[in-house]
């Protein structure tokens, strides 16, 4: 193995966090919290297929445009202010889970809204933002997602979804997506209370399929959502959607592709 | 205290709580988790001082605006960005609290500034985002600080800071400040290994300084900061400074004014 290009890369990665490291260190700005081996580089890739492929839902699988639509509109056109919404959404949701409150995602989404309206001189109501998040329940797959899940499942994967959606959430989103067919359950954060990406929430999914961490692989679209999974012990694949960007703080993937299909061939090729 | 005005707003508060739950309940689309009494409106205001102060530091203490500069600047002058910037660095405070993996606050907001950056198509280094944040070591105290700290000192107040900084990075904070002599202890999350919001911080400030949670008062102009205490048992006074906002599905604070001095005469006429 250690004649690999990965291998050497992720040498030469090491190397050069060690320096930086050093540096900062002796410059005594970060106490010792650089010499992390958290970006030692790409994982050497495994030869062998994962036992099941846990696909994230929201962006991952389904396109959040309409969605996007509604949201801005209740911002009063500010299309700009929907990354700052989605993210304050996304904090809100590990507020909620280390202060042990866990409330609904589109709970806490409607907050969100209404914080970052308040503060850009918006007045949203409670209701209205809840109805303009409503729209999250019936959105339309990815072009690529159906053809690739179709291949993944003819080539013989089991394939889970694991959300941050309430059960009910995801069982409607999946079936107004049509996808009902190809997932062989639909895991929800709910039962456990916390929000992905909480290491707990992969080590139960990984019991829930009757599997190793190892041998468990979350296709996700977000940084925060791969890194959680491959600080749990999971392996992942990264959708570089539109705006999505890994966290630079962790490993890369093992496989970084655009869509899905691209990361299907990935995949299947594993199985050969 | 049946017939105190605030237990009459509370009382109202909680039915019309109770109608909108069973509204949404009805709809069936949120689930139970409406029936909260997270909106419950304000607390009552207990009648006795607390034993001890706690205060929040970057924003609420400490003015940010030369930090914004430096980061706006790495950011192409894109100003705009600062709050998907600090919401992003908050967020992954949070995604290292629940993967377990605990960086320091300085590498995470250097991180989140590279991946805004990248989503914007700014070029960042490692170096240079860490570079555009380091200001935050040496700002100064917002002009209402000194003056509401040495009138709760005479008072007689316990003061402590309690921040996601690290511990070098608060101690230099404070002393750069020139508010030293204000308070008996700095903590810091960092030898807890996880960040504010979590309700482990504030139960171990308490311990620290000998106090049940319900003797303890945190002082922020963080909406997550002020919810995550009240959660974790502990009263709040709320520092409503521009760009903050209380997180609605949160208590409100007994305190809510918009700087230091204003909150510090409340507290004093505790103490009489």
Redesign the interface.
Known sequence: MSNRPESSAADGEGRRQFL?ASS?MAA????S??V?T?QAGARTMPDTAPKCLFFDVNETLLDLTAMKKTVAAALGGRE?LL??WF??M???S???????????F???GA?AL??VA??NGIELS?RDA?EAI?PIRSLPPHPDVRPALEKLKAAGYRMVTITNS?Q?GVDTQIRNAGLEDLFEQRLSV?PLQ??K???RVYHWGARKLGLQNSECLLVAAH??DV??AM??GWRTAFLSRP?A?L????NRPEIVEPDLLAAADKLIALKK
Request: negative net charge; hydrophobic residues 40%; glycine residues 12%.
């Open positions: 930086t900062a005594g700005l970060f106490g919290s650089l992390s958290a700009d990354p700052l993210t304050t996304l904090q809100y590990l507020v909620a889970t280390v202060g042990d409150h866990y409330e609904d589109g709970v806490i907050a209404q914080m308040a503060n409670e809840q409503a309430s009910k709910e916390i929000y990406p909480h290491s940084g925060w890194a959680g600080w749990a705006g960007q966290y630079p703080r962790a």
